[in-house]
């Protein structure tokens, strides 16, 4: 069978699960699947990696099945393999599929106070901590944090059995906390007198201390080893301190036998964080970790929009690109300009526009107004040493490609031009490859030293 027919069945199930599924879960599930083969004895489905694979073989199955059948297909035997998609073959939804949660996310969530009312003193205590405003539902699903995402829902809906600890790092403002506590609300949800504990790790040490002086170290040790969850937030601040690292090295112990889950972030891999004990560090990977990236710039515009859309302000689209490009590594810092844009505009009855928005938070950036964007490729070609009309001519070698690639990146965050401009300061006729530069570069940035160097340093030299 072609490689179109093919498709075409996977296709047609994914239609299908596209409408009967929630958003978020269409997209975290099967968004980057495809299809690897199809024949009478079985369909091999390319999923994107181990989580997903469990996942689909556990939950949907029949699901699958029943498309299949619905269709008029065969149903031979279903067999899911981690392969990820060639780039540039995108699953369904791709494209819009940042959107992932929004439409969800207007339903008002259902408070801790909703549920049966539990009156153990212990149970109580033991949510202290717990935001109820950090949902599954009013979180965001896209590329840098689905994988975070599929993962803190596996361990809420079987806490202790698998990935246990989930260990969570990546930057500032990038949705750690969210996703943690919403394993710990999802889990309480389901079971209304789960003992979930939710602490920074800054909490942990004080608490800690306190109970060294007071002299109630056993409380202290007993009541964090008798939770079902444990989330530890920020774990960093460990870093140095002997004596609670060899606490929490007990605490962990007694929990992990006892098979409680533990839900750990931090700033930093394991091995990256000064002064760790080497018997917790190989404790922490005993589980699964997950290196949280900083949402692209499609999930940014779809977080603007989801929060704006709570709050019954409606955005137009430049002025979502124009934060969106703004704002690129900390979503608290997105969120607090968009209730600086909201606030703004309430107080005086405007609606947002681009130019009321760069006023506003335009100026904080301290942008000169003089750079051109020719200024910007010419200090590319200068920083790569290569010559301008190799930047901006045909050539495709990778010494010339990348320069061109960082430099479309810059057009876009320094002037915030569109697409279509970006391509024709580069000399090219297609804008999508103004957008794949930009995406590239942005994710780059985040991987690789020598690219946050080369944008650091031209930027530098842009703005002396
Ligand atoms: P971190 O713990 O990684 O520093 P937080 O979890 O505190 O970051 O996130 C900062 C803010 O951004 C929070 O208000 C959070 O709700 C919001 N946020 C981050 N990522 C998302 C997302 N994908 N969808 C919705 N809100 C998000
Ligand atoms: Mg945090």
Same mark, same amino acid.
């Given at each position: 069978?072609?490689?179109?027919?093919?498709d075409?069945?996977w296709?047609?199930?994914?239609?299908?699960?596209?409408?009967?599924?929630s958003?978020?879960?269409?997209?975290?599930?099967?968004?980057?699947?495809?299809?690897?083969?199809? &024949?009478?004895?079985?369909?091999?489905?390319?999923?994107?990696?181990?989580?997903?694979k469990?996942?689909?073989?556990?939950?949907?199955?029949k699901?699958?099945?029943?498309?299949?059948?619905?269709?008029?297909? &065969?149903?031979?035997?279903?067999?899911?393999?981690?392969?990820?998609?060639?780039?540039?073959?995108?699953?369904?939804?791709?494209? &819009?599929?940042?959107?992932?949660?929004?439409?969800?996310?207007?339903?008002?969530?259902?408070?801790?106070?909703?549920?049966?009312?539990?009156?153990?003193?212990?149970?109580?205590?033991?949510?202290?901590?717990?935001?109820?405003?950090?949902?599954?539902?009013?979180?965001?699903?896209?590329?840098?944090?689905?994988?975070?995402?599929?993962?803190?829902q596996?361990?809420?809906?079987e806490?202790?059995?698998?990935?246990?600890?989930?260990?969570?790092?990546?930057?500032?403002?990038?949705?750690?906390?969210?996703?943690?506590?919403?394993v710990?609300?999802?889990?309480?949800?389901?079971?209304?007198?789960?003992?979930?504990?939710?602490?920074?790790s800054?909490?942990?040490?004080?608490?800690?201390? #306190?109970?060294?002086?007071?002299?109630?170290?056993?409380?202290?040790?007993?009541f964090?080893r008798?939770?079902?969850v444990?989330?530890?937030?920020?774990?960093?601040?460990?870093?140095?301190?002997?004596?609670?690292?060899?606490e929490?090295?007990?605490?962990?112990?007694?929990?992990?036998?006892?098979?409680?889950?533990?839900?750990?972030?931090?700033?930093?891999?394991?091995?990256?964080?000064?002064?760790?004990?080497?018997?917790?560090?190989?404790?922490?990977?005993?589980?699964?970790?997950?290196?949280?990236?900083?949402?692209?710039?499609?999930?940014?515009?779809?977080?603007?929009q989801?929060?704006?859309?709570?709050?019954?302000?409606?955005?137009p689209?430049d002025?979502?690109?124009?934060?969106?490009?703004?704002?690129?590594t900390?979503?608290?810092?997105?969120?607090?300009?968009?209730?600086?844009?909201?606030?703004?505009?309430?107080?005086?009855?405007?609606?947002?526009n681009?130019?009321?928005?760069?006023?506003?938070?335009?100026?904080?950036?301290g942008?000169?107004?003089?750079?051109?964007?020719?200024?910007?490729?010419?200090?590319c070609?200068?920083?790569?040493?290569?010559?301008?009309?190799?930047?901006?001519?045909?050539?495709? #070698?990778?010494?010339?490609?990348v320069?061109r690639?960082?430099?479309?990146?810059l057009?876009?965050?320094?002037?915030?031009?569109s697409?279509?401009?970006?391509?024709?300061?580069?000399?090219?006729?297609?804008?999508?490859?103004?957008?794949? &530069?930009?995406?590239?570069?942005?994710?780059?940035?985040?991987?690789?030293?020598?690219?946050?160097t080369?944008?650091?340093?031209?930027?530098?030299?842009?703005?002396?």
């Amino acid at each position: 069978m072609s490689i179109t027919q093919e498709d075409r069945v996977w296709q047609t199930v994914l239609g299908d699960l596209e409408i009967s599924l929630s958003r978020a879960n269409y997209v975290t599930w099967f968004k980057n699947t495809h299809l690897i083969e199809h &024949s009478d004895e079985k369909i091999v489905v390319g999923v994107p990696n181990v989580f997903i694979k469990n996942q689909l073989e556990k939950k949907y199955l029949k699901t699958i099945a029943d498309s299949l059948q619905k269709n008029g297909f &065969s149903v031979p035997a279903l067999e899911f393999k981690i392969q990820a998609l060639a780039p540039g073959r995108a699953g369904r939804g791709s494209d &819009s599929g940042m959107l992932a949660a929004q439409k969800k996310a207007g339903r008002p969530t259902r408070l801790l106070e909703d549920r049966p009312h539990v009156t153990s003193p212990l149970t109580h205590t033991y949510r202290q901590g717990l935001n109820e405003k950090y949902t599954f539902e009013n979180f965001v699903v896209g590329a840098g944090n689905e994988l975070a995402y599929a993962a803190c829902q596996a361990v809420a809906a079987e806490p202790g059995t698998k990935y246990n600890p989930l260990f969570l790092y990546g930057g500032v403002g990038i949705g750690k906390t969210h996703l943690i506590q919403a394993v710990g609300n999802a889990v309480i949800a389901q079971r209304s007198n789960a003992r979930v504990v939710y602490i920074s790790s800054e909490q942990f040490v004080q608490e800690f201390v #306190d109970a060294l002086r007071f002299k109630k170290n056993t409380d202290f040790a007993g009541f964090y080893r008798g939770a079902d969850v444990l989330i530890i937030d920020d774990i960093q601040f460990f870093a140095g301190k002997e004596k609670i690292q060899e606490e929490f090295f007990h605490t962990f112990n007694a929990l992990h036998q006892a098979n409680k889950q533990m839900i750990i972030s931090s700033d930093k891999p394991p091995r990256d964080i000064p002064t760790l004990e080497d018997r917790l560090r190989s404790r922490f990977v005993w589980g699964m970790s997950i290196d949280m990236q900083n949402p692209d710039f499609e999930t940014r515009c779809a977080i603007i929009q989801t929060k704006a859309e709570n709050k019954d302000m409606e955005l137009p689209a430049d002025v979502v690109d124009f934060l969106a490009t703004q704002f690129q590594t900390n979503i608290r810092e997105l969120e607090g300009a968009l209730n600086q844009v909201i606030a703004f505009c309430e107080m005086r009855d405007l609606s947002p526009n681009l130019a009321i928005v760069s006023g506003l938070l335009g100026g904080a950036r301290g942008r000169p107004k003089h750079l051109s964007a020719r200024q910007i490729v010419e200090r590319c070609a200068k920083y790569y040493q290569i010559p301008l009309e190799d930047i901006l001519g045909p050539k495709r #070698d990778k010494d010339i490609v990348v320069p061109r690639q960082i430099a479309m990146y810059l057009l876009r965050s320094e002037l915030h031009l569109s697409f279509p401009k970006i391509a024709h300061e580069l000399g090219r006729k297609d804008h999508t490859t103004a957008i794949h &530069s930009v995406e590239k570069i942005e994710k780059e940035a985040n991987l690789d030293p020598t690219v946050r160097t080369a944008l650091q340093d031209i930027r530098d030299k842009l703005y002396v």
